[in-house]
């Protein structure tokens, strides 16, 4: 026996310097996953007054619906994801699931392929928040780059109408308003590849060419293949099966929206106000429920510097949100800057400031009023 220990030591230690450890939370990841499988499941709404009445007044077909997908969580505080222009909202929170499942479940709005509609999502918005409500239950709005900017766009909306929603909790990541936070108007040619991959299509409100599209979606895939170039990080985060899953649901999000639906996403985002525009009688705040806003330490890289959203947060949280706070992310020293919205590759960086907002709203009694 005493001579076996050496040689199990020799053992361990051998394999700890011939794979990269992954960490902790990577760790417990990966073994629930293999106990307790993830059961999604599409969320077939009960109430839907608000669309029905959209409908009736705008005509809208079911092209502009989003596609919501539920995974039950075990508390009271559900949360619902708004992501950014692409990849689907189930993919961008993937390793954020048991964060956000722990407080309650979980709802992904993922947007359609073959259109999109503002007035729609809000719509179907309304109705989710609704149906929540009447189960007594207030949801955290979690939004993502152009996903904030439709939250930002709905709850205006709604402080426009008179009609408040009723929130636990929001929290924007590296939120994008409006056009001018990625393409300022007095640039030539923008400087970042989102912005080379909008600019076609807010040159053309009419349409683009399709040879213009695919242009864009080349350019937003080649936006994912950087981060997934980053070995040592994949190392860390994700198994070889997983990262297989997430680049093909990725590229199969980027490839599969048509090109009337990549036309009418820019034209939504073209048709925000900015914040610095809300300054008006009734139109703040915007939530009085507690906020966290959260901007990478590498903005620059798809924002522009001067980007009505930076300013306004930055400078003036609260008189967006009363309870709101701003923090930006940054990584350890000597490691890769923190990007915009970067969620999967930078989730440990991420991680802390989400966690502790939530770990705040579990201790909340009762619910706050926007």
């Known amino acids: 026996m005493p001579a076996t220990v050496p040689l199990l030591r020799l053992s361990w230690y051998s394999w700890l310097h011939a794979a990269p450890l992954r ?34 007044r ?6 502009a619906l989003a596609t919501i997908v539920r995974e039950a969580g075990k508390g009271r505080r559900p949360t619902i994801v708004l992501g950014g222009f692409v ?3 189930t993919e961008q929170i993937f390793l954020l699931r048991r964060t956000f499942l722990a407080a309650g479940d979980l709802y992904c709005v993922n947007y359609p392929r073959d259109g999109f509609s503002t007035e729609t999502i809000g719509a179907q918005l309304d109705d989710l928040v609704a149906e929540l409500a009447a189960r007594g239950e207030t949801p955290v709005l979690f939004g993502v780059s152009f996903g904030a900017g439709l939250i930002l766009e709905w709850l205006r909306r709604r402080q426009a109408a008179g009609n408040p929603p009723v929130l636990a909790g929001l929290a924007l990541v590296s939120p994008v308003t409006c056009v001018a936070d990625v ?25 683009i060419a399709g040879a213009a599209v695919e242009r864009s ?22 198994l070889p099966a997983e990262l297989e899953r997430l680049r093909a649901a990725v590229i199969g999000t980027i490839r599969g929206i048509t090109d009337l639906g990549a036309q009418e996403r820019v034209r939504a985002l073209a048709d925000m106000r900015p914040p610095t525009d809300y300054f008006g009688p009734g139109q703040l705040p915007l939530a009085t429920a507690p906020t ?30 009363p309870d709101g706070q701003v923090r930006e992310v940054r990584a350890r020293p000597g490691a890769a800057p923190v990007q915009h919205a970067s969620l999967i590759f930078h989730v440990f960086e991420f991680l802390p400031p989400i966690q502790a907002f939530y770990a705040r709203l579990r201790a909340q009694i009762l619910p706050l009023a926007a």
């Open 87 to 89: 990849p689907d909202a």
């Open 183 to 207: 393409v300022p108007p007095r640039a030539a040619k923008p400087s970042t590849l989102l912005g080379r991959a909008l600019q076609p299509f807010l040159e053309n409100r009419g349409g």
């Open 292 to 321: 966290l806003v959260l901007f990478a330490e590498a903005e620059e890289a798809v924002m522009d510097p001067l980007a009505p959203s930076l300013f306004a947060f930055r400078h003036a949280v609260r008189a967006y949100f």
């Open 58 to 63: 705008a005509g809208a077909g079911p092209r």
């Open 23 to 56: 960490p902790l939370h990577t760790l417990v990841r990966t073994t629930e996953a293999r106990f307790r499988p993830v059961r999604t499941g599409l969320f077939v709404p009960a109430v839907s007054a608000a669309l029905d009445a959209m409908r009736r």
């Open 217 to 238: 979606r080349t350019i937003f895939v080649r936006m994912f293949e950087a981060g997934a170039q980053n070995k040592l990080a994949l190392g860390r985060l994700l």
